[in-house]
T-cell receptor
């Protein structure tokens, strides 16, 4: 088990460009979460999946953001028409939900996005 | 909405000093409670957790007790080391059943610096 991985680790883009991040969860985990962390703050929840179903989206997630988990394994988070305010660390976490009891979330190293 | 309040930092201690980082949460339902730690240049790691009232989580010399009557989950360590320097996050998991169960609500984080 190699843990949660994220790619890329760093992304610098110009305002208005689209970016896509990938997250590979721990293989047996059925839940996958996306969070965003800005400097000096705690992570904020964005969205999560159980298997391939996206079950909840935060109000923080504008229409420019979209996430998928097509086969219930890896997930992608796309930001369209990036803005400087999107600059942050994007964190992915996974966990195993069984019998209505969620287990610990394990985090990846994050993707740091800088929008110029 | 659901929220968590952490002791403001930064906290600066000498090695072998006693550490307390306060954390209180809003009492909506019966959350599970987590402390995560972020070491410099690393991703979020689970430090300890407690899933019901009066449970004590412990790891690496750190302890925290789930206090339902005071809605608190204060982190303590009897003798800190330089290697404990990191950012500490308190994070309840809210939701009671249903599809929204499981997302973490993070505090703002407390920066701990331990000097030799």
């Amino acid at each position: 088990d190699t843990g949660v991985s994220q790619d890329p680790r760093h992304k610098i883009t110009k305002r208005g460009q689209n970016v896509t991040f990938r997250c590979d969860p721990i293989s047996e985990h059925n839940r996958l979460y996306w969070y965003r962390q800005t400097l000096g703050q705690g992570p904020e929840f964005l969205t999560y999946f159980q298997n391939e179903a996206q079950l909840e989206k935060s109000r923080l997630l504008s229409d420019r953001f979209s996430a998928e988990r097509p086969k219930g394994s890896f997930s992608t988070l796309e930001i369209q028409r990036t803005e400087q305010g999107d600059s942050a660390m994007y964190l992915c976490a996974s966990s195993q939900m069984a019998g209505g009891i969620t287990d610990t979330q394990y985090f990846g190293p994050g993707t740091r996005l800088t929008v110029l | 909405g659901n929220s968590v309040t952490q002791m403001e930092g930064p906290v600066t201690l000498s090695e072998e000093a006693f550490l307390t980082i306060n954390c209180t949460y809003t009492a909506t339902g019966y959350p599970s409670l987590f402390w995560y730690v972020q070491y410099p240049g690393e991703g979020l790691q689970l430090l300890l957790k407690a899933t019901k009232a009066d449970d004590k989580g412990s790891n690496k010399g750190f302890e925290a007790t789930y206090r339902k009557e005071t809605t608190s989950f204060h982190l303590e360590k009897g003798s800190v080391q330089v290697s404990d320097s990191a950012v500490y996050f308190c994070a309840p998991v809210y939701g009671a059943g249903g599809t929204s169960y499981g997302k973490l609500t993070f505090g703002q984080g407390t920066i701990l610096t331990v000097h030799p």
